[in-house]
């Protein structure tokens, strides 16, 4: 591949935020409540990006932005050349509650396989990519069973699949793996990171777990609380991949976002 080809596709996918904001409006207009405010980032073609804050700061507000779900107040936000205004094939999510996601009607199979049929791909390759990514998943043996059958974990594991199955350039990741346990948690924390290293996906992920940024995460950018949140500080993380808790550094990166966390407290506190 030229190297300007190779400029061009990695420029393809970049994600630009600046001055981005969100409100929902008010009563008067000179008491306008912003959920996010003042957001800038650039998210690049391939990269792991981690959104880590507390609950309520307007982490999957932002995402769903992104997403092409919630409509900005003001500010810029492109994917590649073009404005964001709804909702593109290049950008799946997986949502935080599964169960708003999956179609009820339809086997663990056939909402793996609803996009796939949709975008007309052949039945015998379906099944092939679907009991791909349910393996993957660990729901093999499951796609018979639907959604009300599941547990929430399940749930969230075929939400995953079909995601994955779609195979967009960015996907999208609203504290996916919140509803696990922890073994399973771990493994799809794994997963994650060996499908993004083979595919050379954009990855945006919202967490809340310190640890789970660490381990996933090139850059993570941490959101002030809100209201009026924007990302306040991003950390690098150059620690090698497969990551591990006990991997030297680790603690210093986890001890050092504690920190900057507790400080942000201790502000609140104050007031
Ligand atoms: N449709 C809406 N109308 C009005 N306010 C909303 C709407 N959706 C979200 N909000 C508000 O925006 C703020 C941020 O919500 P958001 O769901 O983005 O937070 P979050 O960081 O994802 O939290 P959590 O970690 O608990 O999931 C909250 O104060 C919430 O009440
Ligand atoms: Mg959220």
Not at 10 to 15: F, S, Y
Not at 125 to 150: C, I, N, T
Not at 211 to 239: F, T
Request: with cysteine; proline share 4%; aromatic share 8%.
């Amino acid at each position: 591949m030229s190297s300007l080809k190779r400029a061009q596709d990695e420029g393809l996918h970049t994600i630009q935020i600046e001055g981005l904001r969100k409100t929902y409006g008010s009563a008067s207009p000179g008491d306008l409540h912003y959920i996010i405010k003042d957001v800038n980032l650039v998210v690049r073609s391939g990269e792991f990006f981690i959104l880590l804050g507390p609950s309520g700061c307007g982490k999957s507000t932002l995402l769903n932005m992104i997403a092409g779900f919630v409509a900005k107040s003001g500010g810029k936000l492109t994917v590649g050349d073009a404005e964001v205004q709804r909702p593109g094939r290049d950008r799946a999510v997986v949502f935080q509650q599964a169960d708003s996601s999956l179609f009820p009607w339809l086997t663990v199979r056939g909402n793996v396989e609803f996009g796939l049929r949709m975008g007309g791909m052949r039945k015998a390759e379906r099944r092939e990519v679907s009991d791909r990514y349910l393996g993957l998943v660990g729901l093999a043996g499951h796609g018979g069973k639907f959604p009300k059958e599941l547990s929430g974990g399940m749930k969230q594991r075929v939400q995953l699949a079909r995601v994955l199955a779609g195979d967009p350039a960015i996907l999208l990741m609203d504290e996916p793996f919140g509803a696990l346990d922890a073994m399973t948690r771990r493994t799809m924390q794994k997963e994650l990171v060996r499908i993004w290293r083979e595919t050379n996906k954009t990855v945006i992920f919202v967490t809340h777990d310190i640890q789970e940024a660490l381990l996933l995460g090139q850059r993570i950018g941490i959101m002030s609380r809100g209201p009026s949140s924007n990302i306040a500080h991003i950390y690098d993380n150059p620690l090698p991949y497969p990551r591990d808790v006990a991997a030297p550094g680790f603690g210093e990166l986890y001890n050092a976002i504690q920190g900057h966390f507790e400080e942000e407290e201790g502000e609140v506190d104050r007031l």
